[in-house]
C-alpha cells in the first residue's frame, strides 16, 4: 500500500468522445480490486460554472450527487464503476475556477496583486485537486477536452506542476489516443498518436502510458513503434480495444497489463485484483436468455448520451433478469393520436423520462394513457411522473383542463405547479419560492428521503423498506390541492417525504406495473447493485413480453 496519495493525470487527443470517462472509471475499478481506495475527480474547459443550464444535444446528460451537485455525466461512469459517492469537490470547470479566483481578487486576497494564470488559475487548479487526496490511496484526475484546445492549457500546465510539487513517483500521465485502421490501406496508423504526444511533450508532459484507442489488438510491431516514436516503454502501450459491453473495458485493460504497469510505476505493492465479480458481470451481459424491448418515450432521442444513466440502469435490470434490454427510441414530438398506438405497440415497457421544456408534452402524454389502458408496464421518471398525473386527472378524473403549470400557466387545474412554500429536509427549514426566483434556486437538487406508506405497492415491493433516500433535479412539484380528488378515482399515493407534503411516488392499481416516481433512480443504480425499480419495472415488461408474445 502507498503511504502518501498517488495521482493519475488522463488525458485525451486526436479527437474528442474517445472515452476518457470510462477509461477513468476502468483504471479505477482495477485499483479497487486491487484494495487500493480511490476516488476520481473530472476537469472540464468549458467556461459555464456547471452544466446545469446546457443544452443535452451539446453536452449530453447532466448527472446529480448526493450533496446536489449537478455534474458531468463522466462523474456517472465513475460511480458506477467504483465503489465511491462524489459530490461537489469531483468536478470542477473553468468558470467553477475562475469564479473562485475573481471572487478572492474582489475580497483582496490578493493584496493587490496582478492576478493572472500563472500562478493565480493553475494555483487554484491545483488546489481542487490536492483536496480530494485526504484519505485515498490513489487520486484519478480526467481532463476533459482534447490535446490542442486553448480552453484546456491551464489544467495541463498546473497538472504538470504537481509533479514537481508532489514528487515524480506520486504523479503518473496517462494519454488516451486513436489509433485508426484504414481499410484501404488494411493497415494500422500510428501518425495520429504520435502527433498527439508531440503536443502534450511541447506543453511539458511527458506521458507515462499510452491508452490507443482501436477496434482491434495492436500487434508487438505496431506497440514497438509507438513506443519509439512517442518515447514510452513498449509494455506501456495499451490496447484500448473496442468492446461489447462497457463493462469490459477493466478486464481489456488487465489483460493488457495496464494495473500491473501502473503500480509498477507508482511504486505501489498490492496483490493480485480480484476481478470474478466483473466477468461474471460481462458473461450474463453477453448471454442472457430472454430479451424484453423498452420504449423510452423522450425529446432528446438523437443523442443517447443524453439519457446516459437511465440506458446503464435499464441494461443493470436486464442483467439482474438475465435478460437483454433492446432500447426503442420514440421521439415524443412525433407522437400523435394517429400513429401512438402503431409506435408503442412494439414495446413490452414504456418509460418516459425526465426532461425540461414544453416539446412533446402531449406525445408523451398519450404514450402514458396508452400504457395505462393497454397495462403496459409503465415507468415514469421526474417529469415522466408529472405527465402520468397529467393524464390520469384528464381521462380518468375527467378534469379536462389539468395540466402543470410549467407548460400551462393559464390553467385553472394545475396539478403539477411552482409549490410555493414547503418543508426542506436537509435544512429542516421552511423554503419558499415564485416565479422570480432564480431558476437555480427554485430546484430541488440532490438526495432527499422518502417515507414509503403502502406495503401492498410497487415501491415497497422493489425497497422492502419504509425509508429511502433519492436523488432529484426538478424545479415543479404535486398538487396537493388534488390529492383527495385523484386519490378518490384510484391514483395511489405510495411515497411522500416524511412530513407528507411532498408527493414522491405515485402509482394506479389493478395494473401489472405503473409507477411514477418524482427522483431520479437512475443515478444511484450499479451493475452490481442494479436499482430496485429498474430491476422490477424490467421483471415485469419481460413478464409482458412473455404473456403477450410468445405463443
Not at 10 to 19: A, Y
Not at 457 to 476: D, L, T, V
Amino acid at each position: 500500500m502507498p503511504g502518501k496519495t498517488k495521482f493519475i493525470f488522463v488525458t485525451g487527443g486526436v479527437l474528442s468522445s474517445l472515452g476518457k470517462g470510462l477509461a477513468s472509471a476502468s483504471i479505477g475499478a482495477l485499483l479497487e480490486c486491487r484494495g487500493l481506495k480511490v476516488t476520481l475527480l473530472k476537469l472540464d474547459p468549458y467556461i459555464n460554472v456547471d452544466p446545469g443550464t446546457m443544452n443535452p444535444f451539446q453536452h449530453g446528460e447532466v448527472f446529480v450527487t448526493d450533496d446536489g451537485t449537478e455534474t458531468d455525466l463522466d462523474l456517472g461512469h465513475y460511480e458506477r464503476f467504483v465503489n465511491v459517492r462524489l459530490n461537489a469537490n469531483n468536478n470542477f470547470t473553468t468558470g467553477k475556477i475562475y469564479h473562485s479566483v475573481i471572487s478572492k481578487e474582489r475580497r483582496g486576497d490578493y493584496l493587490g496583486g496582478t492576478v493572472q494564470v500563472i500562478p493565480h488559475i493553475t494555483d487554484e487548479i491545483k488546489n481542487s485537486i490536492i483536496q480530494t487526496s485526504e484519505n485515498v490511496d490513489i487520486v484519478i484526475v480526467e481532463i476533459g477536452g482534447t490535446i490542442g484546445d486553448i480552453e484546456s492549457l491551464p489544467f495541463l500546465e498546473a497538472i504538470r506542476q504537481i509533479r514537481f510539487d508532489v514528487g515524480k513517483e506520486n504523479v503518473l500521465y496517462i494519454h488516451l489516443t486513436f489509433v485508426p485502421y484504414i481499410s484501404t490501406a488494411g493497415e494500422l496508423k500510428t501518425k495520429p498518436t504520435q502527433h498527439s504526444v508531440k503536443e502534450l511533450r511541447s506543453i511539458g508532459i511527458q506521458p507515462d502510458i499510452l491508452l490507443c484507442r482501436t477496434d482491434r489488438f495492436l500487434s508487438k510491431e505496431i506497440k514497438a513503434k509507438i513506443a519509439l516514436f512517442c518515447n514510452v516503454s513498449q509494455d506501456a502501450v495499451i490496447t484500448a480495444k473496442d468492446v461489447e459491453c462497457i463493462y469490459e473495458v477493466p478486464l481489456v485493460f488487465n489483460k493488457e497489463g495496464l494495473d500491473n504497469k501502473i503500480l509498477e510505476l507508482l511504486n505501489v505493492w498490492t496483490g493480485s485484483p480480484r476481478l470474478d465479480a466483473w466477468n461474471k458481470l460481462v458473461e450474463k451481459y453477453k448471454h442472457p436468455a430472454h430479451s424484453v424491448r423498452i420504449a423510452i418515450v423522450g425529446k432528446y432521442t438523437d443523442l443517447t448520451e443524453s439519457y446516459k444513466s437511465l440506458n446503464e440502469a435499464l441494461s443493470h435490470g436486464g442483467i439482474d433478469n438475465d435478460a437483454k434490454v433492446d432500447l426503442l427510441y420514440v421521439d415524443a414530438g412525433a407522437l400523435d393520436k394517429k400513429n401512438y398506438e402503431d409506435i408503442l405497440s412494439e414495446a413490452d415497457g414504456i418509460l418516459v423520462p425526465g426532461g425540461f421544456g414544453s416539446r412533446g408534452i402531449e406525445g408523451k402524454i398519450l404514450s402514458i394513457q396508452y400504457a395505462r389502458e393497454k397495462k403496459v408496464p409503465f415507468f415514469g421518471i421526474c417529469l415522466g411522473m408529472q405527465l402520468a398525473v397529467v393524464e390520469f386527472a384528464r381521462n380518468v378524473a375527467k378534469i379536462k383542463d389539468a395540466h402543470s403549470s410549467e407548460f400551462n400557466a393559464e390553467s385553472q387545474s394545475p396539478v403539477i405547479h411552482l409549490m410555493r412554500e414547503w418543508f426542506d429536509e436537509k435544512t429542516q427549514s421552511i423554503q419558499r419560492r415564485d416565479d422570480s426566483t432564480e431558476k437555480g434556486a427554485t430546484m430541488r437538487l440532490g438526495a432527499y428521503p422518502c417515507r414509503l406508506l403502502k406495503k401492498d405497492s410497487f415501491a415497497y415491493g422493489a425497497y422492502k423498506s419504509e425509508k429511502i433516500s433519492e436523488r432529484h433535479r426538478h424545479r415543479y412539484e404535486f398538487n396537493n390541492d388534488f390529492r383527495k380528488p385523484l386519490d378518490d378515482k384510484g391514483l395511489v399515493f405510495t411515497g411522500t417525504s416524511p412530513k407528507g407534503d411532498l408527493v414522491e411516488i405515485i402509482e394506479i392499481k389493478d395494473h401489472p406495473w405503473f409507477l411514477g416516481c418524482q427522483f431520479h433512480p437512475e443515478f444511484k443504480s450499479r451493475p452490481m447493485a442494479p436499482h430496485p425499480l429498474f430491476r422490477d419495472f424490467i421483471k415485469a415488461s419481460l413478464e409482458h413480453h412473455q404473456k403477450m408474445r410468445i405463443p
